[in-house]
């Protein structure tokens, strides 16, 4: 059964910083592995799609890295800022029978004004 | 605009009672999901479909009931039997096949029993 780990679990950190976000997957046999945004109350946004035969993504200040193999993932925001406060959580679409999505349980961000 | 629309945004529920949550889609996705999500943790996979008139248990079924009658439709019932049901409710969806298999959510369904 996959599961997937995010550390840490919450981070604070003052604006302008850069910082890595991490996610860890038990079984490699992925699909692709989706990084989301999560704001108090609400749904999940989509930031970065990585197919697993690629090794990143990038969308603006966001860049996603994976390497499959080691069942690893990293989500870097360079010059964060207030606005990038919010809870992110990683998910692996797991190829097989199965083909579901799983989550980790988020990583808390606070960026200080 | 596509998307995938989730109603009532909040839920009350008194003991005993069944409610059924809406979820809809217009993306023309095969595959729709429902995960339960609680404080502090991460979602939990109740049930998904990945065809209309076919849906699978996920990690967390019991006390739950689908129906996939329509592809663009995927309704979840919280039975009397879910002994807690209070819980942030999201519904998802994705392209089942093709190139691009990006997960889309709804803004979810707060359930609250009183």
């Known amino acids: 059964k996959q599961e997937v780990t995010q550390i840490p679990a919450a981070l604070s950190v003052p604006e302008g910083e850069n910082l890595v976000l991490n996610c860890s997957f038990t079984d490699s046999a992925i699909y692709n592995l989706q990084w989301f945004r999560q704001d108090p109350g609400k749904g999940l946004t989509s930031l970065l799609l990585i197919q697993s035969s690629q090794r990143e993504q990038t969308s603006g200040r966001l860049n996603a890295s994976l390497d499959k193999s080691s069942g690893r993932s990293t989500l870097y925001i360079a010059a964060s800022q207030p606005g990038d406060s919010a809870t992110y959580l990683c998910a692996v679409f797991s190829s097989g029978s199965a083909r579901q999505l799983t989550f980790g349980s988020g990583t808390q961000l606070t960026v200080l004004p | 605009d596509g998307g995938i629309t989730q109603s009532p945004k909040y839920l009350f529920r008194k003991e005993g009672q069944n409610v059924t949550l809406s979820c809809e889609q217009n993306?023309?996705?095969?595959?729709m999901y429902w995960y339960r999500q609680d404080p502090g943790q991460g979602l939990r996979l109740i049930y998904y479909s990945q065809i209309v008139n076919d849906f699978q248990k996920g990690d967390i079924a019991e006390g739950y009931s689908v129906s996939r009658e329509k592809k663009e439709s995927f309704p979840l019932t919280v039975t009397s039997a879910q002994k807690n049901p209070t819980a942030f409710y999201l519904c998802?969806?994705?392209?089942?096949?093709?190139?691009?298999?990006?997960?889309?959510f709804g803004q979810g369904t707060r359930l609250t029993v009183v």
């Open positions: 998802a969806s994705r392209p089942r096949t093709g190139g691009t298999t990006e997960a889309f």
């Open positions: 993306l023309n996705h095969d595959a």
